[in-house]
């Protein structure tokens, strides 16, 4: 009997089967979980584990994050702090002169206080130092994107280049100035995101992916797309996996953009390997909060509803009637995540995913829905009546990740992101990052719950570490529509995280990105990260 099949019996600890029950031992065959609470003398073919005192709990899931899009969005230049043209073109031109060549260039990260005003002259200062060089650089939020005119000439961006459904192109005299808003930074991705191989992506792919396993993540949902269009790579994570240096579980969809792509989702069944799985599809239904673009009922500080990327009928076209696309979805049983922030933008899915239900007596698809900034009580109470078949995933990272927002939302953004009254109606809430739209200072799973239990001021409530638990484990697992994670049942997955304390005892005001100490992973049985070893994965 090999190691990699012997059974492991892990002893001497606080072995949570969830988030709120503990159990005196755990036994691990075949990468799963075959019993709790057995007779030790009974297992003495067994490996033995012992945890000397440690706690141990269900893996934890990061169920929204874009760790291979960020692999490609920081391969270039990291523009994370640069917020004026200057200081991006100065970046960039740093950047650039270490990665000589004529090869496409990627940055990430950069943020402005005014999309729209974006001009010609900036894109000049960008031009002058990028010259013939294809370039593309994605703000921090992900959802706006700039290139350069090198760019725009391959992608054959001009003045009359029809705009995507709820994209913008910022133009100036009737000229694009590179500036790509929401979906029309597809009109750059779709043509020129092939030119970045997987070479360039792998090593910060990698690179987050070990982060993640060290900081206490066993799984990850990764979207593998973005506004700016698919960023699938899954079969490089499978050839990590064959390689032996995967150290996550990868939960991967398939970002599609209307009824005319949806079907794609289609091709990624039967790839599956114990690491790699595809759980279907991905949609954005409004745009992003942090730029003003939360698509809602009530007129926001910018004098307009945000902007949505479907319609509740065919007055944006066929594709993007949300009832058609959902009926679709429905009838290929294709699970899908939806990005959505504003109240109006849930009101169009709600009322489509109840259209749905009435047509074939309920719903047979797990649908999640993503973000949720402004959810109103009523559609918290709405969202219980799916009977588990529409599902959440939030982030109160949020709170202090966007705070002052109020200059779009005014008193509307201090009750953002309700994440314990979601859970408290009785809604599976998953706990996520949405690296790299979050920083990565507030990824761990420790920093999530200071934020969480602390709250994020009188309007928000504060969550318990129950609450942060299951919603890192049951919670995250239930937005991939599978069963066999997110607990250490027999039968399921054999998943877990081990601190060098019980996360119990640690008062909130304590917890942080290093404390406790994250001892180990374990993923199918196998270690996966060992704080020991000097170097992981």
């Keep these: 009997m090999n190691a990699q099949t012997m059974p492991k019996l892990f002893v001497n600890g606080h072995i949570y089967q969830n988030a709120a029950s503990l159990v005196d031992n755990l036994l691990v065959k075949d990468g799963l979980v075959a019993a ?38 920081f391969s270039g230049a990291d523009l994370r702090g640069k917020d004026t043209p200057e200081k991006i073109a100065q970046a960039v031109a740093v950047a650039m002169a270490s990665h000589p ?3 496409p260039f990627f940055g990430g990260a950069f943020t402005v206080t005014d999309y729209d005003a974006w001009s010609l002259a900036d894109l000049a200062r960008i031009d002058a130092v990028t010259g013939d060089r294809i370039v593309l650089i994605v703000d921090d939020l992900g959802h706006n994107m700039l290139v350069n005119s090198a760019a725009m000439a391959k992608a054959g961006i001009t003045a009359a280049t029809p705009v995507p459904s709820g994209g913008k192109v910022v133009v100036e005299d009737g000229k694009p100035t590179g500036m790509l808003r929401e979906e029309a930074m597809t009109l750059a991705g779709n043509p020129l995101l092939p030119l970045f191989n997987e070479g360039i992506i792998l090593p910060g792919t990698l690179q987050f992916m070990n982060a993640w396993a060290s900081m206490g993540y066993t799984a990850i949902v990764d979207l593998m797309g973005a506004p700016i269009g698919r960023v699938n790579h899954a079969d490089m994570c499978r050839e990590m996996e064959r390689k032996g240096i995967l150290p996550l579980r990868v939960n991967y969809n398939y970002t599609f953009f209307g009824l005319d792509d949806l079907d794609g989702g289609l091709e990624e069944r039967g790839k599956d390997t114990d690491l790699v799985r595809f759980i279907g599809n991905k949609l954005f239904i409004d745009g992003a909060y942090t730029a003003g673009q939360a698509w809602t009922t009530w007129e926001n500080a910018k004098g307009d509803h945000g902007l949505h990327t479907v319609a509740a009928d065919d007055s944006m076209g066929k594709s993007q009637n949300i009832n058609r696309i959902i009926a679709r979805l429905e009838e290929l049983g294709l699970n899908c995540h939806y990005h959505i922030q504003g109240d109006q933008a849930l009101d169009a899915t709600l009322d489509a995913l109840a259209a749905a239900a009435a047509k074939t007596g309920g719903l047979k698809c797990v649908h999640t829905l993503i973000h949720l900034a402004f959810p109103r009580p009523d559609q918290i109470k709405r969202i219980t009546t799916f009977k588990g078949k529409v599902v959440a995933t939030m982030q109160p990272g949020f709170w202090q990740a966007e705070a002052g927002l109020e200059r779009y939302y005014g008193d509307a953004n201090n009750a953002s992101y309700p994440v314990k009254e979601m859970i408290d109606a009785g809604v599976s809430v998953g706990m996520s990052t949405d690296f790299g739209v979050s920083p990565l200072e507030l990824s761990a799973p420790t920093k999530i719950m200071n934020i969480a239990m602390i709250g994020g001021g009188a309007s928000r409530t504060p969550l318990s570490m129950q609450d942060v638990i299951a919603g890192l484990t049951q919670g995250s697992a239930a937005t991939t529509g599978r069963n066999d994670c997110g607990a250490l049942d027999p039968g399921k997955k054999a998943d877990m995280v081990v601190y060098e304390r019980d996360l119990y005892a640690v008062p909130a005001s304590e917890l942080s990105k290093n404390n406790p100490k994250v001892l180990a992973t374990y993923i199918s049985g196998r270690k996966a990260f060992d704080s020991s070893l000097k170097k992981n994965g």
């Design 36 to 73: 709790v609470n057995v007779n030790p003398s009974e297992h003495k073919d067994a490996e033995v584990v012992d945890l000397a005192g440690a706690a141990a709990y269900p893996g934890f899931c990061d169920s929204h994050v874009h760790l291979v899009e960020s692999g490609l969005m």
């Design 101 to 103: 060549g004529d090869a």
